[in-house]
């Protein structure tokens, strides 16, 4: 069975600094990976997408993707208290878009 | 260019009765996705749709669930003598080539089985 790991949190950061979230995935055949957010109540948003291995840079956020690790990760630059959300790793593997369960981000100021 | 639209963005029904949350996707898009969310819990794959066609149910319900995605109009997500374990969140999300591009998600339908 195809499943996407994420570390649940809450992940609590200060204003101002990196957040870094994780996500792991089984299915060593998957081609793309995307990150999303999700506020309590509300639908996910797509915040970056990434098909390749290494770094993808878009303002504050950065992905990065390692394959042979089956690993992808989402860097969250000068945290705000906006950010506080929870993030979806999403992965496409075979003929699903599989989510996990999300990781809680609290950023306080 | 309008987002993913869903209706009813509310909905409640009775056990036994049947429940039908419809999608329309973003102008362009071919491909939809359906999920369920439960409260605290994450996205649950149901159904991976494109046009005419069920690519992948691996994720519905053997029984009382069915989704479609005709020629013309909005994708149909189908839920027959609902009960209340049915009760959830039920998104939708387009892509316009399938997992290769980024799918975007409608608001949601919230149902309610009383």
């Known amino acids: 069975q195809k499943e996407v790991e994420q570390n649940s949190g809450p992940l609590s950061v200060p204003e101002g600094a990196i957040a870094s979230l994780n996500c792991t995935y089984s299915?060593?055949?998957?081609?793309?990976f995307f990150w999303y957010r999700q506020y309590s109540g509300k639908s996910p948003e797509l915040i970056m997408s990434?098909?390749?291995?290494g770094d993808k840079e878009d303002g504050r956020f950065t992905a990065q993707l390692n394959k042979a690790s089956q690993y992808v990760s989402l860097l969250i630059r000068d945290s705000q208290p906006s950010d506080s959300a929870t993030y979806l790793c999403?992965?496409?593997?075979?003929?699903?878009?599989?989510f996990g369960k999300g990781t809680t981000l609290s950023v306080s100021s | 260019n309008a987002g993913v639209m869903q209706n009813p963005r509310h909905l409640v029904r009775r056990r036994g009765q049947e429940a039908r949350l419809r999608c329309s996707p973003m102008?362009?898009?071919?491909?939809v996705y359906w999920y369920r969310q439960l409260p605290e819990e994450g996205l649950k794959f149901m159904v991976y749709?494109?046009?005419?066609?069920?690519?992948?149910e691996s994720g519905m319900p053997k029984e009382r669930f069915s989704a479609e995605f005709p020629k013309e109009g909005p994708s149909i997500l189908r839920i027959q003598q609902v009960v209340r374990g049915d009760s959830a969140a039920y998104f939708c999300?387009?892509?316009?080539?399938?997992?290769?591009?980024?799918?975007?998600f409608g608001q949601g339908t919230r149902l309610t089985v009383v």
């Open positions: 102008k362009g898009h071919s491909h």
């Open positions: 999300a387009s892509s316009p080539q399938g997992l290769k591009t980024e799918a975007f």
């Open positions: 299915d060593r055949v998957s081609q793309s």
């Open positions: 990434i098909y390749s291995n």
């Open positions: 999403a992965v496409g593997a075979g003929t699903a878009l599989i």
């Open positions: 749709l494109q046009k005419e066609n069920i690519i992948d």
